[in-house]
């Protein structure tokens, strides 16, 4: 990578809309560093990724990113290859289904799933703090449209509304610093880890029909999204929740 390129670091980029998510940030001739827990499947996406975009390359480093001693070396790792970084997103995270017949049993639960998806994005965004840019740089947390429908399991939806909540407190923090917090909402995309082998076709059919544009999200419309919120002309635009879902239809269409 050249000295004057452009530097995200997106947590859980080996797959689904991480990995979609670097594609657009090295369409837009970034070096991004994907993150991930699996090493083989972080480097088959860096594989995959490289050479796909003129001016756009790509690193990976396995970090478990509810891990704190993995997250400070990934931190330390980046700044001694980079010095500063232009962007961080926070995209590592999932759903956890398992039966719960005891309060221990939901605890459990709730601790994991916290842990997965908020806990995730707490460590990697602060800790990369100190690295952004100043000013231009970019905080970007992928939350998902659960935490405004009430759909998935319940541990899921309310956790992920947390970094509704989060932004707000980064965007007014670092404001002054030139650093820009954002959020992305998707929708049903089904091309992710988070569908597994994906839905029963009767299900994904009634899913489609309460979209306004009639079809299923794709990994693409949220890494286009994404890519905007890190580009230079997003540099006014702080504190918001994008919606990529397609647009949601009232219950009497």
Same mark, same amino acid.
């Given at each position: 990578?050249?000295?004057? *390129? %452009?530097? =995200?670091?997106? +947590?859980?980029?080996?797959?689904?809309?991480?990995? @979609?998510?670097? %594609?657009?940030?090295?369409?837009?001739?970034?070096?991004?560093?994907?993150?991930?827990?699996?090493? *083989?499947?972080? &480097?088959?996406? !860096?594989?995959?990724?490289?050479?796909? &975009?003129?001016?756009?390359?790509?690193?990976?480093?396995?970090? $478990?990113?509810?891990?704190?001693?993995?997250?400070?070396?990934?931190?330390?790792?980046?700044?001694? &290859?980079?010095?500063?970084?232009?962007?961080?997103? @926070?995209?590592?995270?999932? =759903?956890?289904?398992?039966?719960?017949?005891?309060?221990?049993?939901?605890? $459990?639960?709730? %601790? %994991?799933?916290?842990? *997965?998806? /908020?806990?995730?994005?707490?460590?990697?965004?602060?800790?990369?703090?100190?690295?952004?840019? #100043?000013?231009?740089?970019?905080?970007?947390?992928?939350?998902?449209? =659960?935490?405004?429908?009430?759909?998935?399991?319940?541990?899921?939806?309310?956790?992920?509304?947390?970094?509704?909540?989060?932004?707000?407190?980064? /965007? +007014?923090?670092?404001? #002054? $610093?030139?650093?820009?917090?954002?959020?992305?909402?998707?929708?049903?995309?089904?091309?992710?880890?988070?569908?597994?082998?994906?839905?029963? *076709?009767?299900?994904?059919? #009634?899913?489609? @029909?309460?979209? =306004?544009?009639?079809? !299923?999200? #794709?990994?693409?419309?949220?890494? &286009? !999204?994404?890519?905007?919120?890190? @580009?230079?002309?997003?540099?006014?635009?702080?504190?918001?929740?994008?919606?990529?879902?397609?647009?949601?239809?009232?219950?009497?269409?």
């Amino acid at each position: 990578m050249s000295d004057t *390129q %452009r530097v =995200a670091v997106v +947590s859980g980029g080996g797959t689904g809309i991480g990995r @979609s998510i670097a %594609r657009h940030l090295m369409d837009d001739g970034m070096h991004v560093v994907i993150t991930g827990r699996r090493q *083989q499947v972080l &480097a088959d996406a !860096a594989a995959e990724l490289e050479g796909t &975009a003129p001016g756009g390359s790509v690193s990976w480093m396995r970090c $478990d990113a509810a891990d704190p001693a993995d997250v400070q070396a990934l931190v330390d790792s980046v700044g001694e &290859a980079h010095g500063t970084i232009d962007a961080v997103v @926070s995209n590592a995270g999932g =759903a956890i289904r398992v039966p719960t017949s005891s309060l221990e049993e939901l605890a $459990d639960h709730w %601790r %994991r799933t916290f842990e *997965q998806n /908020a806990l995730t994005s707490v460590l990697t965004t602060s800790g990369f703090l100190p690295l952004l840019r #100043r000013p231009g740089g970019r905080i970007i947390l992928i939350s998902s449209m =659960a935490s405004r429908s009430g759909g998935g399991t319940p541990a899921y939806g309310a956790v992920k509304a947390m970094l509704n909540g989060w932004v707000l407190n980064l /965007a +007014s923090t670092y404001g #002054r $610093d030139g650093i820009t917090a954002n959020v992305v909402l998707p929708g049903y995309t089904p091309d992710t880890e988070l569908f597994g082998d994906g839905m029963p *076709q009767e299900m994904h059919d #009634r899913i489609v @029909s309460r979209i =306004a544009v009639g079809r !299923a999200g #794709r990994s693409d419309d949220v890494g &286009a !999204a994404v890519a905007y919120f890190v @580009s230079p002309a997003a540099s006014f635009v702080t504190g918001q929740l994008l919606e990529v879902s397609g647009g949601n239809l009232p219950p009497s269409m």
